[in-house]
């Protein structure tokens, strides 16, 4: 006989004939009332796991989002922190882009004038 564990048909045969297996030498009438009520708290064990799981999944999720929306913002903020930089220093680059001997040379020209 297979075992089908991959649904949940499946599974609740499998743990019912393990059940029966374990529960041959109680009483037939404890016997049923103990695995019925052992399988509802089994199913609600499982079903609250899910739900916590499924949560935690969630919150990961949001989590997620929030640091790719901070790292986002930071980026572009440095992007406009690298353009005003690369203007300034642009700027300051005409400025001694000029070599020091034509800035003199200018000056002995304005002074001769």
Not at 79 to 90: F, L
Not at 94 to 106: G, I, M, N
Request: charged share 40%.
């Amino acid at each position: 006989m297979s075992i089908d564990l991959d649904t949940t048909k499946g599974r609740k045969e499998y743990l019912s004939e393990k059940f029966d297996d374990l529960l041959e030498g109680i009483n037939e009438s404890y016997g049923t009332l103990l695995m019925e009520e052992l399988l509802k708290r089994l199913e609600i064990t499982i079903k609250d796991f899910n739900d916590e799981l499924k949560a935690l999944c969630d919150h990961l999720v949001k989590k997620q989002d929030e640091r790719l929306q901070l790292l986002e913002m930071l980026k572009s903020n440095e992007d406009i922190s690298v353009n005003m930089a690369t203007k300034e220093s642009t700027s300051m680059e005409s400025e001694d882009a000029v070599p020091v001997w034509e800035k003199k040379l200018s000056q002995l020209e304005n002074k001769s004038k």
